[in-house]
C-alpha cells in the first residue's frame, strides 16, 4: 500500500461587483468578500489501481456589506467544512502501455460542518453559501481526469461534477461543473513550470430569501475563466512536491449582481511515504 498527505492552501479578495459580465458599481451597496482555506487530505492507494481520498478543510471566512445609506455590516466565521471521501479507479496507464493514463473517481461530501450561521443585514434569516461552512446536505460528486506524458511535456485534463442536494434551513446550493486542462515542462529534475485553464459553472442557489418564502437567488450562480501559471519543486530527500499557483481571472458572468475576484493564491505540497 501507498500513502500520500496533500496539503493546500488558497486565499482571494472578492472586491469588484459584477452584474452579469459586466462590471458595474450597483446603486444598493458594495459587498466585499475574503476567504482562507486550507485542506488536508489523506490518500491511500488500497490495492493496485484503486485509491481513496479523505479530505478535511479549514475556512476564514469574512463578508463586509455596505447599504446605499453607507452602513456597513461586518460578518466573520471559521472552523471546518464538510469532509470529504472519494473512491478514485485508474482506468487506463500509460506506464501499462496505454496511450494515456485515465482515471474515474466518485466521492461524497459529508455534512459534518456548522449551517446555521444567521444573517444580521438583510431580509433572509440565514447567510447565504458563501458565509456557512457548510450546507446540511449530502452531495454526490464524479471525477474524470486524463494524463499524457511526452518528453520533458505533460498534459493533464480534468472534470468534475457535484450535485449538491438541499441542506438545512432549505439552503441548497447550485450543482457545480468544474473543468481544467493545464501543461507542464519539467525545466530539470528538480522544477516544472506550468500553465492551466481552470474553469467553473455553477447554477443558482435556492434558499430563503425571507422569512417563509423560498426560491432561487437571482444573485447566484457563475461561469468563470481562470488561466493559471504554475510552478513546482520536487524535494527528492522528501519525497516531496511543493507547488504555487496563481489563477488570474480572465472571464466571469455571475448571472445576477455579485462580487468576483481578480485572481487567487494557491499553494502546495504533497508528500509521499
Known amino acids: 500500500m501507498k500513502f500520500a498527505l496533500i496539503g493546500r492552501y488558497s486565499t482571494f479578495d472578492q472586491n469588484q461587483i459584477y452584474t452579469g459580465s459586466s462590471q458595474d458599481d450597483p446603486g444598493f451597496g458594495k459587498r466585499q468578500r475574503t476567504t482562507h482555506a486550507g485542506s488536508l487530505t489523506f490518500r491511500a492507494g488500497l490495492f493496485e489501481g484503486f485509491e481513496a481520498l479523505l479530505t478535511a478543510t479549514a475556512f476564514n471566512k469574512e463578508l463586509e456589506r455596505k447599504n446605499a445609506k453607507g452602513m456597513t455590516d461586518t460578518s466573520e466565521v471559521e472552523g471546518l467544512g464538510d469532509l470529504q471521501i472519494m473512491g478514485r479507479w485508474q482506468a487506463l496507464s500509460q506506464k501499462k502501455g496505454a496511450p494515456l493514463s485515465l482515471a474515474l473517481g466518485l466521492g461524497l461530501e459529508i455534512p459534518t460542518a456548522d449551517s446555521d450561521n444567521r444573517n444580521s443585514f438583510g431580509t433572509q434569516p440565514y447567510m447565504g453559501p458563501f458565509l456557512q461552512l457548510g450546507t446540511g446536505s449530502w452531495n454526490p460528486k464524479a471525477t474524470l481526469s486524463a494524463t ?28 457545480l461543473f468544474q473543468y481544467n486542462l ?92
Open 148 to 175: 499524457r506524458v511526452f518528453g520533458r511535456s505533460r498534459l493533464d485534463g480534468q472534470l468534475m461534477y457535484t450535485i449538491n442536494t438541499e441542506g438545512e434551513h432549505h439552503l441548497e446550493k447550485g450543482d
Open 182 to 273: 493545464g501543461y507542464g515542462f519539467a525545466v530539470n529534475n528538480y522544477f516544472t513550470a506550468g500553465l492551466a485553464m481552470n474553469g467553473v459553472h455553477q447554477e443558482k442557489n435556492t434558499q430563503e430569501l425571507s422569512p417563509g418564502v423560498v426560491g432561487k437567488d437571482p444573485n447566484s450562480g457563475a461561469d468563470m475563466l481562470f488561466l493559471s501559471p504554475e510552478l513546482s519543486c520536487r524535494i527528492e530527500p522528501l519525497n516531496t512536491v511543493v507547488g504555487l499557483a496563481v489563477p488570474l481571472l480572465v472571464y466571469a458572468d455571475m448571472g445576477g449582481s455579485q462580487p468576483v475576484e481578480d485572481y487567487r493564491i494557491v499553494i502546495k505540497a504533497a508528500v509521499q511515504f
